[in-house]
């Protein structure tokens, strides 16, 4: 196999015959309740808006300031 175990990305060493694979340590995973309120943010020359999703995670959508606009005529329109 050589240096790098290929089929799960870990560093393989040899010692004694036994083939030793060294995990990576993950990233702390955030609980998915209370994702917190719809965000609207202007990044560089676009609109961004994160939507939560019930279960958890949230939609992200960017858009021009036009399209951000026709969002909002017909969010409007569907309200009443």
């Known amino acids: ?15 004694t015959g036994k083939i030793i694979r060294r995990e990576h340590a993950m990233a ?16 560089g020359r676009g609109i961004v808006m994160r939507v ?13 300031a036009e399209e951000a606009s026709n969002l909002g005529d017909a969010l409007k329109g569907a309200a009443g």
């Not at 196999?1 to 010692?15: C, P």
């Not at 019930?54 to 021009?64: F, I, K, Q």
């Open 52 to 64: 939560p999703l019930e279960g958890g995670g949230r939609l992200v959508v960017e858009m021009s």
């Open 28 to 43: 702390a995973m955030k609980p998915r309740t209370g994702d917190g309120p719809l965000e609207v943010t202007k990044e």
């Open 1 to 15: 196999m050589g240096e790098n175990d290929r089929a799960t990305g870990g560093s393989v060493g040899v010692s």
